[in-house]
């Protein structure tokens, strides 16, 4: 059966463009510009997945959410506005599964998607999405603005560690351990090639990472 995606936007440019990610997904998408009306939806339609998003005339995005969860546990996502942590918390707090900050890439939301609906389909696998970059730990699969890039062990153990420990910094000595490399021929700069092969491999611009970031004398960091 085709999977539903109920999309809940009132800024038609947005709702049309997360609308045709979807539907090369292969999902059939449903659009409400308002709270009310994404709620009808919700509860009177079949739908496997809800986008919501906080900003909304009628009835916001969180009352929303609280209202589909006195009735139901469809998947919600919530699109929440950049720089607003009290909407984060609300939205969770109303029984959202997860959120994503405007701006947003379209892969980014594909890829909570997809995580959410094998999380909830009971599917237990953990997935670890940092922006453009989502790796799959049980499928060992790394996948980068929607296309699969094959990682060595090493270099997989070691983009886990960053972005399981993301906005923090990871020491040469703790990346090591993360890819259990060790022994006398070990230096430093083993893990900056690996770190530079890496970069090669997942950067846009690995002259100038934005993902993997080096703190100088201290190590890197993971950053969506
Ligand atoms: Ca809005």
Redesign the pocket.
């Known amino acids: 059966m085709t999977r539903r995606v109920l999309i809940v936007?009132?800024?038609s440019r947005i709702a049309h463009w997360v609308s045709t990610y979807f539907g090369r997904e292969g999902y059939e998408a449903l659009l409400a510009e308002d709270g009310l009306t994404g709620l009808a939806l919700a509860l009177e339609e079949r739908v496997d997945l809800i986008v919501l998003?906080v900003?909304?005339p009628g009835k916001n995005g969180v009352d929303v959410c609280r209202a589909i969860r006195r009735e139901s546990d469809i998947p919600i996502i919530m699109l929440t506005a950049k720089d607003k942590e009290s909407d984060k918390i609300l939205g969770l707090d109303a029984g959202a599964d997860d959120y994503v900050v405007k701006p947003f890439s379209p892969n980014e939301l594909l890829a909570r998607a997809r995580a959410l609906l094998r999380r909830t389909e009971g599917l237990t696998q953990e997935i670890l999405i940092g922006g453009e970059v989502e790796l799959d730990i049980s499928a060992r699969r790394c996948t980068v603005r929607g296309e699969s890039v094959a990682l060595t062990s090493t270099q997989f153990l070691i983009l886990a560690a960053l972005m399981r420990q993301h906005d923090q910094v990871l020491t040469r000595q703790q990346l090591l351990d993360a890819a259990r490399i060790d022994g006398a021929e070990v230096f430093d700069r083993t893990i900056d090639s690996h770190i530079r092969r890496l970069r090669l491999l997942i950067e846009r611009d690995p002259a100038h990472p934005h993902h993997i970031t080096t703190l100088y004398g201290a190590g890197y960091t993971f950053r969506s």
């Open positions: 936007e009132d800024e998003d900003m909304l």
